[in-house]
């Protein structure tokens, strides 16, 4: 059958971290021992050079695994000791590198106050050993990786000129564009304004229409100051083809009647028909 096999795996395969800040990275054991009484060893190595198994086994900030145990250690025993007090990173006060114990098959380093040359991979191993006469025999290894990349922070005062750059600049902008944004109020104000004019004089065009459809045009003062011109009538007698005055009784006036005269011309009898006696 041969041993049973466990893997390691991340939560996460790169970090982005602040220059100066503290970062914990996270490697999970998943899988059992071969067998209950082995031993299982886990450590964390460090590669600048993109290495994912961290093959020249470095440690992290060259501190080595004796002194962050031995740090740890103290710092069990200055937990259990009431009358002294330690804060939890109080072991990595001086390297800046701190175990953090385990928890529910997880164990984790913690790197303080990160710089630009933090930057690279962190490699997390698991090996189970067995001994054997009295050493340590390797029977599986498994290992995961982190990339951790560190933000270079700007200077305080670079940070403060850039911010007072970008307000001037934004200020300069508004005071730019302030005459235009007014201006486009300004006709836009305008085209509201001309437009409830158009509708005010179309809808008191269409009342008046539909009040008096017949309108009667104006005459103007001009028209009324001109003198109108007098109109004379001057009657003669027309001659008739066969030669004879159209108006050939003697009483029959040459003109038309003035004004409040009446004429009505003498009518003669006109005699039957003998066509009409006979009926």
Not at 46 to 52: E, K, L, R, V
Not at 202 to 226: D, T
Not at 227 to 243: D, H, I, V
Request: charged letters at 15%; a negative charge; hydrophobic letters at 35%.
């Amino acid at each position: 059958g041969g041993p049973a096999a466990f893997l390691i795996t991340t939560p996460y395969s790169l970090c982005v971290c602040p220059e100066g800040q503290n970062v914990t990275l996270t490697c999970r054991i998943s899988g059992s021992l071969a067998d209950r009484h082995d031993l299982l060893y886990k450590t964390w190595y460090f590669s600048s050079n993109g290495d994912q198994s961290c093959s020249e086994k470095k440690h992290i900030r060259n501190v080595t695994e004796k002194e962050l145990h031995h740090d740890l250690g103290r710092h069990h025993e200055l937990l259990g000791n009431s009358t002294q007090k330690s804060p939890l990173g109080m072991q990595a006060s001086h390297h800046g590198v701190e175990f953090v114990p385990d928890h529910h098959g997880a164990f984790h380093i913690m790197v303080m106050n990160l710089t630009l040359q933090d930057s690279g991979n962190y490699c997390c191993y698991a090996v189970e050993a067995r001994r054997e006469h009295g050493k340590p025999h390797t029977l599986q290894v498994a290992h995961g990786f982190v990339e951790l990349q560190i933000q270079q922070a700007l200077p305080s005062s670079v940070a403060d000129i850039t911010a007072a750059a970008l307000a001037t600049g934004a200020c300069i902008v508004g005071i730019l564009c302030l005459p235009l944004i007014l201006l486009l109020i300004y006709k836009q104000r305008q085209a509201v304004s001309s437009r409830r004019a158009h509708e005010l004089v179309r809808m008191e065009s269409s009342a008046q229409g539909i009040e008096n459809p017949v309108f009667e045009a104006v005459p103007s003062a001009s028209a009324e100051l001109r003198p109108r011109p007098q109109l004379s009538y001057m009657a003669s007698r027309q001659p008739s083809e066969s030669g004879r005055h159209l108006l050939s009784e003697p009483g029959t006036p040459l003109s038309p009647p003035g004004p409040g005269d009446c004429f009505f011309p003498t009518l003669d009898p006109v005699p039957d028909s003998p066509n009409s006696l006979k009926a």
